[in-house]
């Protein structure tokens, strides 16, 4: 064999090594393959923006660009303009949690649908997106309050796992309480908290020590229950 024919040799040798390397799993490639094989969970933060959101989003990206939906209330948004737009931006989605934040179930008919339309008004102006998501503050909902919000082309979204990170508790509890969230299911966060900016890493590393990825949340054929008495029809699904 002469010196070119040995050189081609060499020369496939060392491409085949390297195509093995590059095809062999490594150790990154087989996590991937574990991801997600238990299924999907939303991760919702709500009544933002507030002047934490920039922190939230950086915390949500240093975490393996994990996305979550937002619920704003029409006030906060118009406060905070470049909130919305840097959820938005961070490919978050956005929904609808009224303008003032009342109990809309005990408000004037108009004045219940006014809360919803303006603030998916403001939604519109700000992300160029209308929400199709809507969240009633405090989980107050009857029929007419879903009613209006599809009216307005939004499903109503309420949670299956109550962190209560608003009540004082530990980044610990808050993250333990959003660990009880089942596959499909959906953590009900809050914006503007140190303690739940803390959570979010931890959060996330519990999820995929059970296989969960953060997804985004859609519609439910069957009815899932929030809790005793109040069924919605949404789920976590992959983006
Ligand atoms: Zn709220």
Redesign the pocket.
């Known amino acids: 064999m002469n010196k070119r024919g040995r050189s081609r040799i060499w020369l496939g040798a060392a491409l085949a090594a390297l195509m093995s390397f590059a095809l062999t799993p490594g150790a990154a490639q087989a996590d991937s393959g574990r991801q997600c094989s238990g299924g999907y969970v939303a991760i919702t933060f ?2 933002g923006p507030t002047t934490s959101t920039a922190a939230y989003l950086k915390a949500l990206r240093d975490a393996g660009r994990v996305r979550a939906t937002f ?1 704003v209330t029409g006030t906060l948004a118009q406060a905070q303009p470049d909130g919305t737009r840097r959820i938005a931006a961070d490919g978050h989605r956005i929904g609808n ?1 009224s303008y003032t ?1 009342p109990d809309l179930v005990g408000l004037d008919p108009a004045a219940a649908f006014a809360e919803l339309r303006d603030t998916s008004r403001i939604i519109r102006a700000q992300t160029g997106r209308a929400p199709a998501l809507f969240r009633p ?2 989980g107050s909902t009857d029929a007419r309050t879903r009613q209006d919000a599809a009216r307005l082309g939004m499903t109503e979204v309420i949670w299956t796992a109550d962190t209560v990170d608003w009540s004082g508790i530990s980044t610990d509890t808050i993250v333990a309480n959003a660990l009880t969230v089942r596959p499909g299911g959906i953590i009900l966060l ?1 914006d503007g908290l140190q303690t739940t900016l803390a959570a979010i890493p931890k959060i996330v590393d519990g999820l995929a020590e059970r296989g969960l990825c953060a997804g985004k949340i859609v519609r439910s054929a069957t009815p899932v229950e929030a809790w005793p008495g109040l069924t919605f029809h949404a789920k976590a699904a992959r983006w």
């Open positions: 709500d009544d619920f949690h934040h503050p405090f809050h």
